[in-house]
């Protein structure tokens, strides 16, 4: 079955510093998603992506954050200066709305997932 | 968006049939209820997804009654396994998803 991937699967970093977190997507899927989850809490929307622009994205998805698709299979997740408040996880996510895998709505595929650390 | 509710933890014992039942009153007339399993340190999976009456698949079954305010998530049998959170999300169309706290289950051998 296909799946999406990420790496790495831990990222430790110093406060102030760039990340980038990889996604490979599932390979016919066409929009693309990040999510954060702080440890102990909920899993929280980040940005979506279609057609190579950003098709939404919430308060937390800040002049910090920035994604790029950079080639026809990769997708990124850049934080510019990482923040103590950045450390999460960080989850990629990818659909094919009216396609083969999904139903009447927007069924989404998770990777495993990036632990960020931010010291 | 819809918002909804579940229990904040469920116990069962291996081996029993485990219901969680989720609210969502405001639920519009072309949402989608849908539930997510999330394991430790994992990303959600998608588990099931309805619009009314039953449905059924190789993992759960869905229980939507005709007023489709609420909706259960029966689990068969489960296992130690089975031990996760899951998340009751209304949903329409293409759609970013809104995670609640979700509901944990804890399977207790």
């Known amino acids: 079955e296909p799946e999406v991937t990420q790496t790495p699967s831990h990222q430790v970093t110093q406060m102030g510093q760039e990340v980038i977190l990889r996604c490979v997507p599932i390979?016919?899927?066409?929009?693309f998603y990040w999510y954060r989850q702080i440890l102990g809490q909920k899993v929280e929307f980040l940005v979506s992506f279609y057609n190579n622009e950003i098709s939404e994205k919430s308060e937390i998805f800040d002049d910090q954050f920035s994604v790029e698709r950079p080639d026809g299979s990769n997708f990124t997740l850049k934080i510019r200066s990482t923040k103590l408040e950045d450390s999460a996880m960080y989850f990629c996510?990818?659909?094919?709305?009216?396609?083969?895998?999904?139903?009447?709505?927007?069924?989404?595929?998770f990777g495993p997932g990036t632990r960020l650390t931010v010291l | 968006l819809a918002k909804t509710t579940q229990p904040i933890s469920m116990d069962s014992y291996e081996g029993q049939e485990v219901n969680i039942t989720c609210s969502h009153n405001?639920?519009?007339?072309?949402?989608?209820i849908t539930w997510y399993q999330q394991f430790p340190s994992q990303g959600p999976r998608f588990i099931i997804q309805g619009y009314k009456t039953k449905v059924t698949n190789e993992v759960a079954s869905l229980f939507i009654p005709a007023d489709r305010k609420s909706s259960t998530l029966s689990l068969p049998r489960v296992s130690l396994s089975d031990t996760a959170v899951y998340y009751c999300l209304v949903l329409t169309g293409a759609n970013n998803l809104f995670f609640g706290t979700g509901t944990r289950l804890t399977v207790i051998p």
């Open positions: 390979s016919n899927h066409l929009y």
């Open positions: 405001n639920i519009a007339t072309n949402d989608y």
């Open positions: 996510a990818s659909s094919d709305p009216g396609g083969l895998t999904s139903g009447p709505t927007d069924t989404q595929y």
